[in-house]
């Protein structure tokens, strides 16, 4: 019998020294999912406590608050009033300034135009913007200061002041407004005030600013008319300058910058007085500024004579005239057809009579400057004083005829004295005082020594 079998001889393994045997990952361990805790009670800690937190309920309370309006900035009395009554109180302005004026804002709201509330109420769109900013600046100085500072500006003229210190801070507005008592101060001084404050932290370097407190109203002005004091530097508006020493010492308010005005002040005067000397007497030449008459504190008036009529009408101008009672007319002994307004200018302030000014078309052949000079053809204003007639200077200029070296020639010229004395002449019209060109807008044209002959 045959049997078969199996070669049960294992065979080798075959590896490879340069392969890593393989290893299957383990089987990943089962974790059940969490229980569900049993809470059986839930304690919410007060709001005032410690680390004390809100539920979404109250949460959602917060964020959603009823809506509550504004306070109405009306007064009371007129929150009830209907459109027609409003316009009545406003166009009739009856009571205070500030609460008819708060009507206005009220209005627009409603839909009103400033254009609709000039015609219903006849109150002009300028004069409304003015009284909303007033009312604004008052509302500011109460949270500022005390009652009796704002009550000051009950009266029917404050808007105008209050307007013009809107461009200051509040507290700065608290310190103005009680300057603004103080002094008195109208519209005008309260808009120089409060620029004077405003303009000051800018005029950091300037000279003398170390010496005024830039918190302190009175300081600031009074730095603001120091500066415009020393701008003044021809001795033709000396009398200007010293004005301006003067408002700085009436509204200044520490000691030291006190001290500081009137030593500049003093030494100012002395650098004019030499100014005097030098253009006055050996170039009497002046040009107007544009309003300056205007800006003056004092003023001349002279009868004016035209060239043309020579020594004739020089003689004849009235001899007194001055400005009499507090309306300033001037009253002369005799009538006369043309006068002439002037600053108040150092050379001709103190003029008491026999001053007269003399219209020259053109400065071409009346005054001793050369010919290269482009102004000639322009008209010029020469004053006189009549009551020195005597060539008494060589330094000096004189009205004269002629010349007044005898050629015939009868037209009126000014003359150089030392020229006169030369040509045997000692008498003449009048010292010249003042030589008065107009208005132009070239910086540049000052007479230098090489102009005259």
Not at 28 to 46: C, T
Not at 229 to 252: I, N, Q
Not at 309 to 323: I, N, S, Y
């Amino acid at each position: 019998m045959l049997f078969l079998t199996a070669n049960t001889t294992p065979k080798p393994f075959l590896s490879t020294p340069f392969l890593p045997h393989y290893h299957p990952p383990p089987p990943p361990l089962y974790k059940p999912p969490p229980r569900p805790l049993s809470v059986s009670a839930l304690i919410i800690p007060s709001s005032s406590s410690p680390g004390s937190f809100s539920t979404p309920a109250q949460k959602q309370q917060q964020l959603y608050q009823p809506y509550r309006p504004p306070p109405s900035p009306l007064p009371a009395r007129y929150r009830t009033l209907d459109t027609n009554a409003r316009l009545e109180i406003l166009s009739n302005r009856l009571g205070l300034w500030f609460e008819y004026s708060s009507l206005i804002p009220s209005l627009i709201s409603e839909g009103f135009t400033s254009s609709i509330l000039e015609d219903i109420t006849g109150i002009a769109s300028i004069e409304q913007n003015l009284f909303v900013v007033a009312g604004q600046v008052r509302d500011s100085l109460i949270e500022a200061t005390d009652h009796d500072t704002v009550s000051y500006f009950d009266s029917p003229g404050s808007p105008e002041i209050l307007y013009e210190i809107r461009i200051l801070n509040t507290q700065q507005r608290a310190d103005a407004a009680r300057f603004i008592i103080q002094h008195g101060f109208d519209s005008r001084r309260a808009e120089e005030l409060a620029r004077s404050m405003k303009d000051h932290p800018r005029r950091f370097g300037e000279r003398g600013w170390e010496s005024f407190d830039g918190n302190i109203p009175g300081d600031c002005l009074a730095f603001m008319y120091y500066r415009q004091a020393h701008e003044h530097r021809s001795a033709s508006v000396m009398e200007l300058s010293a004005a301006a020493f003067e408002k700085a010492l009436e509204v200044v308010e520490t000691e030291r910058a006190r001290i500081r005005v009137l030593e500049d002040m003093d030494g100012k005067f002395k650098e004019d007085e030499a100014a005097v000397e030098d253009v006055f007497v050996k170039v009497p030449v002046v040009r107007m500024g544009f309003g300056e008459v205007a800006e003056s504190s004092k003023v001349v008036v002279l009868p004016v004579c035209r060239a043309e009529e020579r020594e004739m009408e020089v003689e004849e101008a009235p001899w007194d005239c001055g400005m009499v009672g507090q309306f300033g007319i001037v009253q002369a002994e005799r009538g006369w057809s043309g006068w002439v307004v002037l600053p108040g200018w150092l050379p001709i302030v103190g003029l008491d009579r026999g001053a007269v000014a003399v219209r020259f078309p053109k400065a071409k052949g009346v005054l001793p400057w050369k010919d290269k000079r482009k102004d000639l053809d322009e008209e010029i204003l020469v004053v006189v004083d009549r009551g020195h007639k005597e060539v008494a200077s060589e330094e000096g200029f004189y009205l004269v005829v002629g010349g007044g070296n005898g050629s015939g020639d009868e037209s009126l010229k000014v003359e150089r004295g030392s020229r006169l004395k030369a040509a045997g002449a000692d008498k003449s019209l009048g010292t010249v005082v003042l030589v008065v060109r107009p208005p132009r807008d070239d910086l540049d044209d000052q007479l230098a020594p090489e102009d005259w002959d």
